[in-house]
């Protein structure tokens, strides 16, 4: 077992998840046959060998630094469970 | 009957003024009334917008306008492309009502080319799924066998063009998700290369792996939507400035001389013998046409998909963390800001979705990091290596696109036997290359799917050995048998 449940549980804290003991204990499962099947990398060498982040040969794209119109303050409000005065509510953060 | 036209006949058909868009679209919301029962590829049916959007393409064509390429054509979303005022919900409950403030580029370069949205289709939630069966909502059904799915994520969208309620669609594939449903549903899939269409508005899953791309019911079709949406796009900075082909131009140039590499790996155990007779049957027929196929070897392909299914969740565990039902979405009452989060997350989300989410977080983690997700890296650069130095010597690659016909809804229960379906598509999305999948046959009276891979860009190579193939094999003309409610005869024209 590479994943405990208390690991699978620190994990998920980390992810903003919660999750009931049965459902916890079944991803331990899930989880640890998948890096299982993972391992099968250990097999290959890949000492020298430089990481792909991604496959464009593409680094550091720059736009001039212009101002230009961006999503109007009513737009970007329209999706938002709550709103008030122009801004998003969220539960009170402050005591 | 006029839903059943291709994108290609039915703008001939327009353009000769023998029908209208508004007559077009309206065929094709009847046959979506009369099976969309029983497919279910849709999510949301705009039936409304369609009809004005139609009546207007029209009223432009009369009035002498000029009209654009893709003028009055009934087309789908997949439900992960924003859609201005329209429900985009990647079919999951975190994003059940949501209406995007903007179009996905890919979208409204379409609505720009005057094609007619019918709707949005249904997907595994976030496009994290072989089978749709991952979607909050419900799963859709194979056309060819209802019983079965119809692959995934994009699993709406094939179906929906599989099924005649729409001319094209677009779908998004970061693993297979357009080409493995196509293949399921008899249709072709195209993934092109990465960067070569914007991923503006697309709901990003793996940023590094996604890409949008057509579902057809020919080749030729795939080569025209992708002359309208492959464009360079300065609001996605991993979209690559360069000019776009007419895809159509080398379309019946032929596969003369053509070199065919042909990869071991991609026939061997794991692949149903069925689908491996079809696709050595499709081979001998682009040989016969005049291409050289060899036999070729590309040993890190077993490794795939231990790759992906750590850099995959790895970047999702990342795009997903904007949900946390502050600026859009669903929301749980709470009586802090950390409960709010948790909650919200903890409900919205399928447990694909956190399966996921949680293995990308451990991937990532402090002291796990250099042991799977850089690991998984450097094998991603073999895998592209081992591509690139194949493609010295070929112009394409050939596989099946899955590695069986569509299995039943409910079978596959395990997770990570789901994740074995994307065994052929996988590599591809590693390595960022373009990738056709289309019909070359049938078992079982069910479609199975050919692959076709080509080098970085070179899309019109993959076209112009699909269109041959397709030109031999006359399959693209079956049809399901789907009756559904029963289809009205009147429409016929």
């Not at chain 1, 970007?76 to 005065?85: D, Q, T």
Request: glycine letters at 8%.
């Amino acid at each position: 077992m590479k994943l405990t449940s208390k690991e699978v549980a620190h994990v998920a804290s980390l992810a903003r998840l919660e999750m009931a003991e049965d459902e916890m204990e079944k991803f331990a499962g899930q989880l640890n046959a998948i890096l299982e099947f993972a391992d099968k990398l250990n097999r290959l060498e890949t000492k020298d060998i430089l990481p792909t982040a991604h496959v464009l040969p593409l680094n550091n794209v720059f736009r001039e630094d212009r101002v230009t119109p961006g999503l109007e303050r009513k737009a970007a409000l329209l999706n938002a469970p709550e709103a008030e005065e122009g801004m998003f509510r969220v539960p009170r953060v402050i005591e | 009957m006029l839903e059943q036209c291709t994108v290609a006949e039915a703008l001939e058909r327009l353009e000769k003024k023998e029908i209208s868009a508004l007559e077009l679209t309206e065929a094709a919301l009847r046959r979506v009334e009369a099976v969309d029962e029983s497919v279910k590829a849709f999510v949301t049916v705009t039936k409304n917008e369609a009809l004005a959007a139609a009546a207007l393409v029209d009223a432009k064509r009369l009035s002498g306008e000029a009209m654009p390429l893709l003028a009055g054509i009934p087309m789908a979303l997949k439900d992960n492309l924003c859609t201005k005022g329209v429900l985009t919900t990647c079919s999951s409950k975190i994003l059940d009502n949501f209406k995007p403030p903007y179009d996905a580029t890919a979208v409204e370069l379409l609505r720009d080319a005057g094609a007619v949205l019918l709707g949005k289709t249904n997907l595994d939630e976030f496009a994290m799924g072989s089978s749709t069966e991952n979607s909050a909502f419900f799963t859709t059904r194979n056309p060819w066998d209802l019983e079965r799915v119809p692959g995934g994520s994009s699993g709406g969208s094939a179906a929906a063009v599989a099924a005649d309620e729409v001319c094209f669609a677009l779908g998004s594939d970061t693993g297979g998700s357009i080409r493995q449903p196509a293949a399921f549903c008899g249709v072709v899939g195209m993934k092109p290369t990465y960067g070569r269409v914007s991923r503006y508005g697309l709901i990003a899953f793996a940023s590094s792996l996604d890409q949008i791309g057509p579902f057809t019911k020919d080749v030729r079709d795939c080569a025209i939507v992708m002359n309208a949406i492959a464009r360079y796009d300065a609001r996605d900075t991993t979209s690559v400035p360069m000019e776009t082909p007419d895809y159509t131009a080398q379309l019946s140039g032929g596969v003369k001389g053509l070199r065919i590499g042909v990869p071991q790996e991609y026939f061997a155990a794991g692949i149903d013998q069925d689908v491996r007779n079809a696709v050595q049957q499709a081979l001998a027929v682009l040989v016969a046409l005049g291409a050289e196929a060899e036999e070729i070897s590309l040993p890190h392909t077993d490794y795939g998909i231990a790759v992906y299914y750590l850099i995959a969740p790895a970047e999702a565990s990342s795009n997903l963390a904007r949900y946390d039902g502050v600026q859009y979405g669903y929301r749980a009452e709470a009586d802090n800001l950390l409960e709010m989060y948790q909650k919200t997350r903890s409900r919205g989300f399928g447990s694909e979705v956190k399966r996921r989410i949680m293995l990308g977080t451990y991937a990532l983690s402090s002291g796990y990091y250099d042991a799977y997700y850089l690991k998984a890296s450097q094998v991603r650069t073999l895998i592209k290596q081992e591509f690139a130095e194949a493609f010295k010597k070929f112009d394409l690659i050939l596989t099946p696109t899955a590695p069986s016909t569509a299995f039943p809804v409910g079978t596959v229960e395990d997770p990570l036997t789901m994740y074995l379906n994307d065994i052929c598509t996988i590599p591809v999305n590693l390595a960022g290359l373009p990738a056709l999948s289309m019909p070359c046959g049938f078992v079982n009276n069910l479609p199975v799917g050919l692959q076709l891979i080509g080098k970085p860009f070179a899309e019109a190579t993959i076209l112009r050995a699909a269109y041959a193939y397709e030109q031999h094999s006359g399959l693209i003309k079956q049809k399901p048998a789907l009756s559904g409610k029963g289809v009205p005869q009147d429409e016929q024209i």
